[in-house]
């Protein structure tokens, strides 16, 4: 089937989306362009931005296709020309035995379509059924492969690919065959569970209904027990009158005993309270009497007192006259000896003042010991300065050396912050990054580590010019110098760890140092202030791959006055990249129309590099800390000297000091002797002078003494007085004491007598109140009980009792206390026997709880519902059956071709790989083999003879890999392929050109057989000298101002021309 495309006035709208022209017109497209493909394979050869996708977008559109799975806008109106208001796409299908052609018009302000097949208007659905029978599916990546979908391919989930698979190759009942498996599956499931849980439910009803079983036959038994205990209950009022009055006429009686009782205990009573009375009137006089005795014998005990005290008294003055006459003796004593020792010293003095030559001459020896000594203060001077400078020095290198300590630990935490910045937002790239600062000894040259954590930033402010101009990935790359450093460590990461990261090679020959184009002297009248190389630092490898990546030694940084004249600089500078103040600059200029074309997008806050660390600044620092650490062990080492040499001198010091001292006394010491000798003499004389009459000072002490002896005799006399009037009153005390006891003991017996009977008249009076009161309440019971059992037994007043209800007990008449007799009365009576039977029959009653009449009803009603399920179970049961049959039969049907199939593409896959010494595999994956929905085709791929296979990922393998994998598979379903053509926009343009060639050498000898579908390949470029077929159809793009419309190309008169002007240049 061939595939004719013509787009009327189709305007493709991708260079407005993607570049934004500062000035000038809208791009420019065609208003008519008609394509006339060939029945295999079609190379679509054009320029970038000459209109190559607008085939592959009028074929997705003309064919029903979705706008969303082009990828380029998410609506029909988009896709028109700027300035139309409608745009039509034709496409006319090649069938038997007519073809068919659909057009499809397109109207932008309300963002409709109208359809027309065969020119005829028709409806959506109509057409999609048309095309579905001619089994075309651009919503099919196996098929319909449009350039922004390229990356899409790898994304695939197995199980999308497998369905993709079918849908675009398998036979037309493959799928629908996958489908009602699924479907099947899932009713299977719902039967089971369905099955189960009614199962369940019959089993627990079945158990349910025994119970109810067991229950019926309780509810008889119930209602037996309650005919019995309602008879017994007409009979309880009548057992319970006859207790109750029996009751009464007994505790009538108690009563009456307990009140005669209560008044011979009152007469008892009296006689005692007035004894008591008696005898507290006496132990109150004896009390008082007491307490006058005690308040006399305390009066004279203090006069006592007084005079024992004045007797002390006086022993301490006789105490203090001796006391002060040793005082006087002892000092006698003292001055005698003073004079005595005065004596000897003088003695001593002066005969060493007789023995003691003239005095020597000791000058010259005392001027060598002040000269030696000057000298020395001197040095000890010189040496203190000394220590003073070198402690100072050292204290203002210990300042300097923490300051740089804390400068360092700020630059250290500025990194730390950093490290967790990768960490929070790459966990992957840091953990790599651990492993690599453990292992850098198994690389053979140096790697950096990822470039956000080695640029540095001179200034944090031009941080987001450096982060808009490097990708996020590279960011996030490792950098490495060699390249087999680089593949051994995407191995290890990639593949051994499964972790995601980024890696890239510096180039072998440094482009660290290149020079920019024009020097930035030059650039400073546009508003430049630097080159983007000069705003950080970093490492050699790393600013070499910038250069030469990115260029950032030749894109120039500008401030707001370059935005003021970005027209003029873009003119005059010719610079490809540009940065202003908040805004980067891109200009291209046109392969066709030589027009600059600049897109403009504004700058965001930097997020990787707000924070940098000056490395300069760094290492200065670290030099300048080793340098200040030498110093202070310098300055150690002289001041340990210094010290040493101090306390030399001061040794030297102290030894003259006390030459010079001796000297200075040996002078002295003559008149030193004749000065104390006068002093002596003097302090001799005074000590003569004072001198005391000892007998005279007796004398006196002793009248003193014989005065105070006298008046501790008078004393004494006074005292023995009081002592024998205090005996004779606590002897009349002790008396008083004595009776008084023995009345306190007479009045206590009686008292306790009195609260004996006192208690046990309390007890009669409260027995007898509470008899009385039992009697009462007896008496109302009788009443009540006796109405109560004539109203139960419905009697007259005038009717007897029924001789049913007339047995009862007697009692014997023991003499027992009350509460004893009442207890025998309960238990002996008829009440108890009709009590005890009542209870009996309830408690036996109440054994068959929750019954009611409705049980029986229940019982039948679940009878017939086990019945119902029973059948219904059995019917779902057998299309449980029916359905797994289905599935058997279904599976057969699909599972044996879809083998087939998959074993062929991986056949052709294989052979595919294997003329590029690679290796890849097709396999179906099952996980479950009852689980249809999650069947799936699984791609491996092998690229390097180091690695394993791999299955084929968005992540693992890198973007040219990918495009391999993705065109070899394709075109391992070309032969296969059932559906009328297939579309591939531009996959090769991730491919190095040793597998564009291959692959493109494949593409041509598959799409160029006899059995194969229609092939549409897009690409902007081919490699020179390719292999080429005669069944090809190379169609070329052009697109510019200077083309002809599309009714005056005539490619016969062009080719008549090109003959003519070779026969002229020939001549």
């Known amino acids: 089937m061939d595939l004719v495309e013509s787009p009327v006035g189709y305007p493709k709208r991708l260079a407005d989306v993607l570049v934004k022209k500062k000035k000038g017109n809208p791009e420019r497209t065609y208003d008519v362009c008609e394509v006339r493909p060939g029945p295999n394979l079609n190379m679509i050869v054009g320029a970038n931005g000459t209109g190559k996708s607008s085939i592959v977008c009028a074929i997705c559109l003309g064919l029903a296709g979705k706008p969303s799975f082009i990828g380029r806008a998410d609506k029909v109106g988009l896709f028109v020309k700027q300035g139309c208001l409608k745009g039509v796409v034709e496409i006319e299908l090649s069938k038997t035995p007519d073809n068919i052609i659909i057009t499809r018009e397109i109207q932008v302000v309300n963002n409709t379509s109208a359809w027309f097949i065969n020119r005829k208007p028709a409806t959506l659905k109509t057409v999609e059924e048309q095309i579905a029978a001619l089994n075309i599916q651009v919503d099919n990546l196996c098929q319909f492969l449009p350039q922004d979908r390229v990356g899409e391919f790898a994304k695939l989930s197995k199980i999308e690919l497998l369905e993709a698979t079918e849908k675009s190759i398998g036979p037309p009942e493959m799928y629908r065959f996958h489908c009602e498996l699924k479907n099947f599956r899932e009713k299977e499931r719902e039967l089971e569970n369905l099955c189960r849980d009614k199962t369940n439910s019959l089993e627990k009803m079945r158990q349910r209904i025994e119970r109810y079983k067991q229950d019926v036959e309780r509810y008889h038994e119930r209602k037996r027990h309650l005919d019995l205990i309602e008879m017994l209950e007409r009979k309880r009022p009548w057992v319970e009158y006859e207790n109750v009055r029996r009751q009464h006429e007994d505790v009538k009686q108690s009563r009456d005993q ?15 309270t007035k004894k008591i009375q008696e005898t507290e009137e006496r132990f109150k006089i004896l009390d008082m009497k007491m307490r006058d005795k005690a308040a006399e014998i305390k009066h004279i005990s203090q006069k006592c007192k007084q005079k024992q005290d004045a007797l002390e008294m006086k022993d301490k003055q006789i105490e203090e006259i001796h006391k002060a006459l040793r005082m006087k003796k002892d000092e006698e004593i003292d001055r005698q000896r003073k004079i005595h020792n005065t004596h000897k010293m003088i003695e001593d003095w002066k005969n060493e003042l007789n023995t003691m030559a003239d005095c020597e001459n ?29 402690t100072a020095e050292k204290m203002n290198q210990e300042r300097e050396k923490k300051r740089i300590i804390d400068r360092l630990g700020q630059l250290n935490n500025i990194m730390n912050m950093k490290e967790e910045n990768l960490k929070g937002r790459f966990r992957d790239t840091h953990s790599a990054l651990m492993w690599l600062r453990r292992n850098k000894e198994k690389f053979k040259k140096k790697v950096c580590e990822p470039m956000m ?7 944090n402010r031009h941080a987001k010019y450096v982060e808009s101009h490097i990708s996020a990935n590279d960011m996030r790359a490792f950098v490495f110098e060699s390249q087999e450093d680089m593949e051994m460590f995407l191995v290890e990461m990639r593949d051994h760890q499964k972790l995601r990261v980024n890696a890239v090679c510096a180039p072998a020959q440094s482009c660290a140092e290149s020079l920019p184009s024009r020097p930035i002297g030059e650039l400073r009248r546009y508003g430049f202030f630097s080159y983007l190389r000069e705003l950080f630092d970093a490492p050699h490898p790393v600013m070499s791959y910038l250069c030469s990546q990115y260029h950032v030694h030749d894109v120039p940084v500008g401030t707001e006055k370059t935005r003021n004249m970005i027209e003029r600089v873009i003119q005059e500078t010719k610079f490809r990249q540009i940065y202003t103040a908040e805004e980067k600059y891109i200009v291209k200029v046109s392969a066709y129309t030589n027009l600059t074309l600049s897109t403009n997008t504004s700058l965001r806050a930097a997020q990787f590099l707000s924070s940098s660390v000056d490395t300069d600044e760094r290492r200065q620092l670290e030099n300048q800390q080793q340098d200040i650490n030498n110093s202070i062990k310098s300055l150690d080492m002289r001041l340990t000297t210094l010290f040493e040499r101090q306390k030399h001198l001061e040794r030297r010091d102290n030894e003259l000091r006390q030459q010079k001292k001796e000297l200075l006394e040996r002078g002295n010491r003559r008149k030193q002797l004749e000065s104390k000798i006068g002093v002596k003499y003097d302090s001799l004389k005074q000590l003569e002078q004072d001198a005391i009459n000892l007998e005279k000072e007796s004398e006196q002490a002793n009248v003193k003494i014989k005065e105070i002896n006298t008046q501790k005799a008078r004393l004494v006399t006074e005292l023995m007085d009081l002592i024998k009037m205090c005996v004779s009153l606590n002897v009349t005390k002790a008396d008083l004491a004595l009776e008084s006891t023995t009345v306190a003991a007479e009045k206590n017996r009686l008292e306790s007598e009195y609260k004996a009977a006192s208690v046990q008249l309390g007890a009669a ?9 039992m009697k009462r309440v ?6 009540e009980l006796l109405k109560k059992a004539r109203q139960v037994c419905k009697l007259s007043p005038d009717q007897h ?15 027992i206390p009350l509460q004893f007799w009442m207890l025998y009365t309960i238990l002996t009576s008829p009440h108890c026997c009709v009590t005890h039977a009542s209870f009996e029959e309830k408690t036996r009653a109440s054994c068959f709880t929750g019954l009611n009449a409705s049980v029986v009803e229940e019982y039948n009603k679940q009878t017939q519902e086990i019945q119902q399920l029973t059948e219904y179970l059995e019917e779902k049961k057998n299309e449980l059956d029916n359905y797994r049959q289905n599935i058997s039969e279904v599976k057969e049907r699909w599972l044996n071709p879809l083998k087939k199939l998959i074993e062929q593409i991986n056949a052709k896959f294989s052979n595919f790989f294997s003329s590029m010494q690679c290796v890849g595999e097709v396999d179906l994956h099952v996980e479950n083999e009852e689980e249809y929905d999650k069947y799936g085709i699984r791609i491996r791929v092998k690229f390097h003879s ?3 296979l791999h299955e084929l990922t968005p992540y693992h393998q890198s973007g040219g890999e990918k495009s391999v994998s993705t065109m070899l598979y394709l075109m391992a379903l070309q032969e296969l392929n059932r559906c009328p053509f297939r579309v591939v926009d531009e996959i090769n343009q991730g491919m190095d050109p040793m597998n564009e060639r291959r692959v493109f050498e494949m593409v041509v000898k598959t799409a160029c057989k006899e059995s194969t579908s229609q092939y549409f390949f897009i690409t902007p470029k081919l490699l020179q000298n390719l292999t080429y077929n005669d069944k090809m159809t190379v169609l070329f793009v052009y697109n510019g101002p200077f083309m002809l419309e599309a009714n005056k190309w005539n490619l016969k008169s062009f080719c008549r021309r090109r003959r003519r002007l070779g026969k002229m240049d020939e001549q």
């Open 258 to 272: 307990a009140k005669e009782e209560l008044k011979n205990l009152k007469e008892m009573q009296s006689p005692v």
């Open 765 to 773: 009076e409260q027995r007898f109140r509470e008899l009385d009161d």
């Open 946 to 948: 180091s690695t394993e």
């Open 362 to 390: 000791l000058q010259p020896q005392t001027d060598a010991v002040n000269n030696e000594l000057k000298k020395l203060q001197e040095e000890r001077a010189n040496i203190d300065s000394d220590i003073s400078d070198l």
């Open 801 to 815: 009792l029924p001789k049913e209800f007339q047995t009862v007990c007697t009692k014997t008449n023991l003499h």
């Open 778 to 783: 007896l008496t109302e019971n009788c009443k």
């Open 453 to 459: 954590l080695e640029i540095n930033m001179k200034d």
